[in-house]
């Protein structure tokens, strides 16, 4: 397994270290192509979109090699300021856009390094790996031409076929090194991409505010929302009934003289009505804030959960506090989602629910042995409930092959509570 | 009959105390949060407690620990715990000792005024009550006890919520006797040897829970 998986690391920077050497090479052109569009951009209508194109062009070589450099095992972010309208593409506003960004031209700085540097690079990992495989590929047309024909590795040239025979190990290795050097090799590459494809300080402050900016609206938005369905749920339901209890004791009051066992019948029914009320009271209260949660925390009301579930569910559960009133509750309901769509969807025999708190970081993750295949982004239950867990900071992952078992699983940085008494 | 009332808004302790003196009971005591319920319940010993879950100052389930507390330290102490909703959970915990004298109701059934007396006096006798709210959670999830026939369970239901023998069998238009036969069927099926312990009436409710 780990043999595959350095393997497999190996392979990859030997592919990515080719593709990331022929890109490399696109380097120069598309600088040219944009020192010309910034030139022309003067010219009326067209020089702007000129501009634009090329603009485009230079932020899709950076996005790649901030790509490659994810493959590579080092994300790079990007750092551009979140665009104008669409509607003002070529106007002033966003050529200033373009013009005032850092990230421009620190993109511009690096086409130039990078490619000598991408190049160099990968030209080596290109070498090794053609040479090694030359070793290997070539060796029954060394047998076949015969014994002096031309040399390999330490003999240069052969003299017999037993030299030309050794050919094949010194290929293999050389792939071997190779596999081991290309990785180095292309971290190398990223780690001075990322010198200049990086957000610097300022833009990561900036995309921090714009991701925090979005998450605030959710939440503003998924509150109104879901005040909206508390005044509705109320109007309809618990507040209608208590009129009608209201309008039955006093049709009462005005019968029990007259006809006492008729206003009897009516009392009766006041009381069933307000029965119904306290009914709906109770579910709408278990949807705002379940009050199993605010008597047990979040692992006593997900055990509650599991055990009304028709699926069996285990749950294991280690918190020493409490938390924040707000994560708890977001986590309950994104647990209580992924446990429904669990109970929906997955054809599941049994699930398991794992709550742990590390390092400042509140982990749950809800497992099930079922067929597998959910997608998040069918339906919009999960989404809303990410969109609630984005903001605390939280995020959720989904992972879930046919055939299954689907893992959902929940990081918040949240911190806990005085230890539970 | 002496009782013990626990519960913090004003209204509904006034009320539960008046209407439980309307039915002959002597309540010793009323209190409003939980610190001061644990040494009220230990020092009236009350033929039976009427406790609300949720209790100050933490307003968490400071009732139903303190029940089970009491039950820890007078095993089959009867108490009967009131709640605004009902959670199958905190069910299995109070039953958990295996002893009876259990009742577990939603607030909202102290309205049919005669029923929550009778349930009150089932469980100072050492019987339960267990809200039909919980039995029908428990019900609606899975198949719990699938060696048992529909109508067995229906009496196993019944059983859940504390009737008696006689009310089942009006309940479901049968005699007497063939609800015995019926519990006697069902005490077989779920391993239960036969005997005349009340007990084991609550073994068979946790063994519905615990399914």
């Known amino acids: 397994m780990r043999i595959q998986a350095w393997l497999r690391t190996g392979v990859r920077a030997m592919v990515d270290g080719l593709f990331a ?84 031209w620190r993109d511009m700085a690096w086409l130039l390094p990078g490619a000598v540097v991408g190049v160099g690079l990968g030209l080596i990992i290109v070498a090794i790996t053609a040479y090694g495989l030359i070793g290997v590929g070539l060796l029954p047309l060394w047998l076949h031409l015969g014994d002096v024909w031309f040399g390999y590795g330490v003999y240069w040239p052969t003299s017999n076929n037993g030299e030309g025979w050794l050919a094949l190990p010194q290929g293999l290795a050389i792939l071997v090194a190779g596999l081991f050097v290309a990785p180095l090799l292309r971290t190398t590459d990223v780690l ?95 949807g705002i804030h379940p009050p199993v949660l605010a008597e047990r925390g979040l692992e006593g009301a997900v055990q509650a959960l599991a055990l009304s579930l028709p699926v069996p569910t285990e749950v294991i559960s280690h918190l020493p506090g409490r938390l924040d009133t707000p994560v708890e509750s977001a986590v309950y309901f994104a647990v209580a989602e992924a446990l429904a769509n669990v109970v929906r969807h997955s054809h599941a025999r049994s699930a398991w629910v794992t709550i742990g708190h590390v390092a400042g970081v509140l982990r749950v993750a809800v497992g099930d042995d079922g067929v597998g295949c959910a997608d998040p982004d069918r339906g919009t239950g999960l989404h809303g409930l990410e969109r609630r867990l984005n903001a605390f900071d939280g995020t959720m992952a989904v992972s879930s092959p046919p055939g299954g078992p689907t893992i959902v699983t929940m990081e918040v940085p949240c911190a806990l509570s005085s230890p539970k008494t | 009959m002496r009782v013990v009332i626990a519960e913090d808004l004003t209204l509904l302790r006034d009320g539960l105390t008046r209407l439980l ?23 009236h010993r009350p033929d039976v407690a009427i406790i609300d879950v949720r209790l100050p100052p933490t307003q968490t389930d400071e009732g139903l620990k303190a029940a089970i507390a009491a039950r820890t330290a007078m095993p089959g102490f009867p108490v009967l715990v009131l709640s605004q909703h009902v959670e199958p959970l905190y069910a299995r915990e109070l039953l958990s000792d295996r002893d009876g ?8 059934r102290v309205s049919d005024v005669e029923q929550f007396v009778q349930a009150v006096h089932r469980v100072a006798a050492g019987g339960t009550a267990f809200d039909p709210e919980v039995v029908a959670q428990l019900l609606a999830r899975r198949e719990p006890l699938a060696v048992l026939t529909p109508r067995e369970h229906d009496v196993l239901k019944h059983i859940a919520e504390g009737r008696s023998n006689a009310a089942i069998a009006s309940r479901l238009f049968i005699t007497e006797k063939v609800v015995s036969k019926y519990i006697n069927n069902i005490f077989a099926k779920l391993g239960m040897p036969p005997s005349d312990d009340d007990n084991r009436r609550v073994l068979a409710v946790l063994k519905f829970l615990d399914a």
């Open chain 1, 21 to 104: 050497s022929v890109l490399a090479l696109l380097n120069v052109p598309v600088l040219v192509l944009w020192l010309i569009g910034l030139v022309l951009s003067p010219v009326p209508v067209l020089g702007t979109d000129l501009f634009a194109v090329t603009t485009t062009v230079v932020r899709w070589r950076a996005n790649l090699e901030r790509w490659l450099g994810a493959r590579a095992g080092i994300p790079i972010r990007r750092p551009y300021l979140p665009p104008p309208d669409r509607a003002e593409q070529g106007t002033r506003t966003w050529f200033r856009w373009i013009i005032t960004d850092p990230a421009t």
């Open chain 1, 192 to 286: 001075f991409a990322r010198l200049f494809l990086a957000p610097t300080k300022a833009a990561e402050l900036r995309l921090r505010v714009a991701h925090l900016t979005t998450t605030r609206a959710d939440a503003i938005d998924a509150q109104a929302a879901e005040l909206r369905r508390i005044e509705r749920d109320l109007h309809d339901g618990a507040q209608a009934r208590m009129v009608a209890v209201g309008m039955t004791i006093g049709l009462a009051e005005r019968l029990v003289r007259r006809d006492p066992s008729a206003a009897l019948k009516l009392l009766a029914e006041a009381r069933a009505t307000s029965t119904a009320a306290l009914v709906d009271l109770r579910h709408l209260v278990r």
């Open chain 2, 21 to 43: 003196e309307a039915f002959d009971f002597e309540v010793v005591e009323a209190v409003d949060n939980g610190p001061d319920l644990l040494p009220a319940l230990l020092g």
């Open chain 2, 101 to 108: 004298g259990i009742g577990y109701l939603l607030k909202e």
